[in-house]
């Protein structure tokens, strides 16, 4: 006799068990009872897919059926959900419009696969009534989907932004505290499992833009638009930056930026970015992750966590799976949507606003000839409409040796395309002795 769906164990087939899919494995053994108390019945791997089928029989043991076609997991008859952990966003996308079509929930935390596919993705989730869950998508141990979809609905979101890549924050702890080089602290972070399988996403804010992007859509109900968002990593971020920064009372963080315009505009942004040395957020270090929410009701929230790692990303695909366990068999239409309103009240006429249009603080710092050219930079950029907030020279203990005088400029809020005007044209200042830098400033207040 068939058991009831609601009381039967809910049956896995995983895809991948790699860093993701091993570390859910274990931890889905490891608290068994835990989790099946919470979720009203057990949850049971029946299947799991891997290249290296010797390497999963030593994860998974036996008991559990080996594949090395995705596709079988997929659309296997004894699969409930597939797990989606292998990454990627070409066969990726096929195995989950499959599982779907099949009437399987999936649960994914490829933020890359939902930030490139996620508009087709979770209309064939909505076609077909089933669950597209991604919490380990985003800042993995922070339940921050669940924050912004479930726990802030009272809330008009007015921005998001945090440090919401675990590789670059690593590598900037690193750099900062110990001294490292950015190649022997991308290694670390490679070694400890944090990076991307191709970390240019890490380094170059990619993986940072996918999960903005999905913030975004969550927080302002528009649809998943990473094609819009603007993205600077941190390869380009000089040490005499952050000396500078640090002496100004800033650090420099790599930050994730969704922000509604009064225009109806939305900013969607990553770049290393001040943020004020006494603000929480500039204590997030290592592959710690911290974000931030504004709602109009609730204020600033602030959710900090591991933004990488095996099990703690797991603990996160294991809470989709709770969910699904308990929403299996309901009508789809009551279930919390899947980007946190329902597709009637998406708006696709959300725009992006361009680079340009973006407005914040800025520092800039510009090489010059000799000290007392402090006065024609700062009566220079106030004439070319920068609003100059504050102008100090580099101490000694910023500068490496041999370096020259360097003029450090804060701005207020000002449009960016006045800054890179402004910064294109001091080029040509006689003052001005090689490239001007500019980077945006983040107060993170209300
Ligand atoms: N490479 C990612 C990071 C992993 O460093 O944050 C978690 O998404």
């Not at 043991?61 to 596709?71: F, Y």
């Not at 490829?110 to 380990?136: P, S």
Request: charged share 15%.
């Amino acid at each position: 006799m068939t058991m009831p769906a609601a009381t039967r164990p809910l049956r896995v087939g995983m895809i991948g068990i790699g860093t993701v899919g091993a570390g859910t494995f274990r931890v889905l053994a490891r608290n068994q009872a835990t989790i099946a108390g919470r979720a009203g019945r057990g949850i049971e791997v029946v299947v799991v897919a891997a290249r290296n089928l010797a390497r999963a029989a030593g994860v998974v043991g036996t008991g559990v059926a080996l594949t090395n076609d995705p596709m079988q997991v997929a659309t296997h008859p004894e699969v409930d959900v597939v797990v989606e952990a292998a990454g990627g966003t070409g066969p990726a996308r096929e195995w989950l419009l499959a599982a779907m079509a099949a009437g399987k929930h999936v649960v994914t935390a490829n933020k890359a696969l939902l930030a490139v596919h996620g508009n087709e993705l979770f209309a064939a989730a909505r076609a077909h009534g089933v669950a597209l869950a991604y919490e380990g998508a985003v800042a993995v141990s922070i339940p921050i989907i669940k924050a912004l979809r479930e726990g802030l609905t009272a809330n008009r979101i007015e921005w998001v932004a945090g440090i919401i890549n675990g590789t670059t924050n690593f590598i900037l702890t690193k750099m900062r505290d110990e001294g490292l080089g950015f190649a022997e602290a991308l290694a670390q972070a490679q070694a400890l499992g944090y990076a991307e399988a191709d970390p240019a996403f890490d380094i170059e804010g990619v993986d940072a833009a996918h999960k903005v992007t999905l913030l975004a859509a969550n927080a302002f109900g528009m649809p998943v638009r990473f094609a819009d968002a603007q993205v600077e990593g941190i390869t380009a971020l000089q040490g005499l930056d952050v000396a500078c920064a640090e002496q100004l009372g800033y650090r420099i963080k790599l930050l994730g930026v969704a922000r509604k315009r009064d225009n109806g505009g939305v900013e969607l942004r990553v770049q290393p970015a001040l943020v004020p040395a006494t603000h929480l957020l500039a204590h997030v270090n290592g592959s710690m992750n911290g974000i931030l929410v504004k709602g109009d009701a609730a204020g600033v929230t602030m959710y900090y966590g591991a933004g990488a790692g095996s099990e703690q990303t797991a603990s996160a695909v294991i809470a989709d799976l709770v969910d699904v366990a308990r929403l299996d068999g309901t009508n789809a239409a009551q279930r919390v949507p899947h980007l946190g309103f329902h597709a009637h009240a998406v708006d696709d006429t959300i725009a992006v606003l361009p680079r340009a249009a973006v407005h914040t603080r800025h520092y800039l710092r510009v090489p010059v000839h000799a000290a007392q050219d402090i006065e024609a930079v700062g009566a220079w950029l106030a004439a070319q409409q920068v609003p100059v907030a504050q102008v100090a020279l580099a101490t000694d203990k910023a500068l490496p040796p041999g370096s020259g005088p360097q003029v450090l400029v804060l701005t207020d809020a000002v449009a960016q395309a006045t800054v890179d005007l402004a910064v294109h044209a001091l080029a040509a200042h006689k003052a001005v002795a090689g490239p001007v830098t500019s980077l945006r400033v983040e107060m993170l207040d209300s």
